[in-house]
C-alpha cells in the first residue's frame, strides 16, 4: 500500500469519525428541556394571576402574566386556548415583601432583599398524578440608598423571569 493510500484512508476514516461526532451531537441536544408528548398533549390554558398580596404594585401582574405566556409560547408548540386546555395553570401572586437584609457599620440598612411569591396550580388533564399545587419563590436585593421605585421594574422582571422558569421546569421539563 503507498503513501498516498494511507493518507486518503486516513483522511476518508478522519471525515467519517467527524460525520459521526455531527450526527450524535445534534440529534441529543435539545435547546428548550422540554419534555412533551405532543401527540397526547396540545393545549395549555393560563389563567389570569391575579395579585393577592398586601404590598401591590400594579404593574407586577401583567409582567408576570405576559412572561409566562410568551415562554410556553417560545419554548413549547402548546396552542394556548381560554379553557379546557389539557394543560392548566392558575394561580396568584401571594407575596411581594421587602426586607432588610444588612446592616452597615453606621446601624442603617446597606441592602434590601424584595421577595416574590407566587402560588401555582397545575392540571394536567392527560396524566393527573403529575397535578400540583405549590408556591414558587425569587429574591433579589438591591443597594439601600436607592429608592424602590427607581429600581422596581428591572427587579420584579429578574424575579418574574426565575419564577416563569421554575414554573415551566415543574410543569413540562420534568426536572
Known amino acids: ?49 391575579p395579585i393577592r398580596s398586601a404590598y401591590v404594585w400594579a404593574p407586577m401582574q401583567s409582567i408576570f402574566q405576559n412572561k409566562l405566556t410568551d415562554i410556553f409560547a417560545s419554548q413549547t408548540k402548546l396552542k394556548q386556548v381560554k379553557r379546557n386546555g389539557d394543560l392548566q395553570l392558575a394561580g396568584e401572586i401571594t407575596g411581594f415583601d421587602q426586607f432588610n437584609k444588612s446592616i452597615s457599620s453606621s446601624g442603617y440598612s446597606s441592602q434590601v432583599q424584595l421577595k416574590m411569591t407566587v402560588n401555582v396550580r397545575f392540571v394536567n388533564n392527560k396524566n393527573h398524578t403529575e397535578d400540583f399545587e405549590r408556591q414558587f419563590t425569587a429574591t433579589t436585593e438591591y443597594d439601600a440608598t436607592q429608592q424602590l421605585t427607581s429600581v422596581q421594574e428591572e427587579l420584579v422582571t429578574q424575579m418574574t423571569k426565575d419564577i416563569t422558569d421554575q414554573i415551566f421546569n415543574a410543569t413540562v421539563a420534568n426536572w
Open 1 to 49: 500500500m503507498g503513501l498516498k493510500t494511507k493518507h486518503k484512508s486516513l483522511l476518508e476514516g478522519l471525515i467519517f469519525c467527524y460525520c459521526i461526532l455531527m450526527t450524535a451531537c445534534s440529534i441529543s441536544y435539545k435547546f428548550n428541556g422540554a419534555s412533551i408528548d405532543y401527540e397526547k398533549t396540545k393545549t395549555i390554558q393560563i389563567d389570569n394571576f
